[in-house]
C-alpha cells in the first residue's frame, strides 16, 4: 500500500528524469502527500507526455460522486486489468507519478513508526499509476480529474515493514521510453 510520498525535485529535474513535453503544473515541494490531494502526474493528450495535477483518489467515470475517490488510492497489479473500477483506465489512461520517495509504516496499531523509502542514489523515481477524468452531472464543464498508485507485494527489502509497495519505475527505464531516445 501506498498512503503518504514525497515530492521535492524542481521541474528542471523532473523534465531531466522523465519524458515531460510540457508542464501545466506548478511544481512545489510536498513532504508529506496524502490520498485526496492534488498530486503530480505526467499523462499522455495527443501524443504529449503533459505534467499535470490529478486529485489522489480514482473516481471511474460511471461513478456517482467523488467520494469513492476516498478508498481508491491504490490499486493492485493483480486485479488492475479486471476490476470494473480501474480496467478502463488501465487499458487506455496510464500515467506516471513522480516521487522522491514514500512512507510506510511498521508496528502494532497506535504504535506505528514510519520509514522514509527512497533511491540510494537519490534520484527521483515514478509511480505506476492510471488516471480518469469524471464530470458531475450537474457541472459538466468542470472535469474532475484522478488517479490512483498501482501497488504490488513487496520486494525482499520492504516485506520486513509492510506486504506491499508502490509498483515503481527508476528513471532510466522511464527514459529508454523518451521519444527524442
Not at 522523465?18 to 501545466?24: C, E, G, S, T
Not at 475517490?69 to 487499458?91: H, L, Q, W
Not at 509492510?162 to 531516445?181: G, N, Q, S, V, W
Request: charged fraction near 30%; include cysteine; aromatic fraction near 12%.
Amino acid at each position: 500500500m501506498c498512503g503518504r510520498f514525497v515530492v521535492f525535485s524542481k521541474l528542471e529535474r523532473l523534465q531531466h528524469h522523465f519524458p515531460i513535453d510540457k508542464a501545466l503544473a506548478e511544481v512545489t515541494p510536498n513532504y508529506n502527500v496524502a490520498p485526496t490531494q492534488e498530486i503530480l502526474a505526467i499523462i499522455q493528450q495527443e501524443s504529449l507526455n503533459i505534467l499535470k495535477k490529478l486529485h489522489w483518489g480514482l473516481v471511474p467515470h460511471w461513478a456517482k460522486d467523488i467520494t469513492i475517490g476516498y478508498k481508491m488510492i491504490n490499486a493492485r497489479v493483480e486485479t488492475v486489468a479486471s476490476k470494473p473500477s480501474f480496467r478502463d483506465a488501465f487499458r487506455k489512461r496510464r500515467c506516471l507519478i513522480p516521487a522522491d520517495g514514500f512512507y510506510e509504516w511498521k508496528g502494532p496499531k497506535g504504535d506505528k513508526q514510519p520509514f522514509f523509502i527512497a533511491l540510494p542514489d537519490e534520484k527521483p523515481f515514478a509511480f505506476a499509476g492510471l488516471w480518469e477524468t469524471w464530470r458531475d452531472k450537474d457541472n459538466e464543464d468542470e472535469p474532475y480529474r484522478s488517479c490512483t498508485i498501482i501497488t504490488k507485494d513487496a520486494s525482499e527489502g520492504l516485506k520486513n515493514i509492510h506486504d506491499r509497495m508502490p509498483a515503481a519505475l527508476a528513471p532510466f527505464f522511464i527514459l529508454i521510453c523518451r521519444k527524442d531516445y
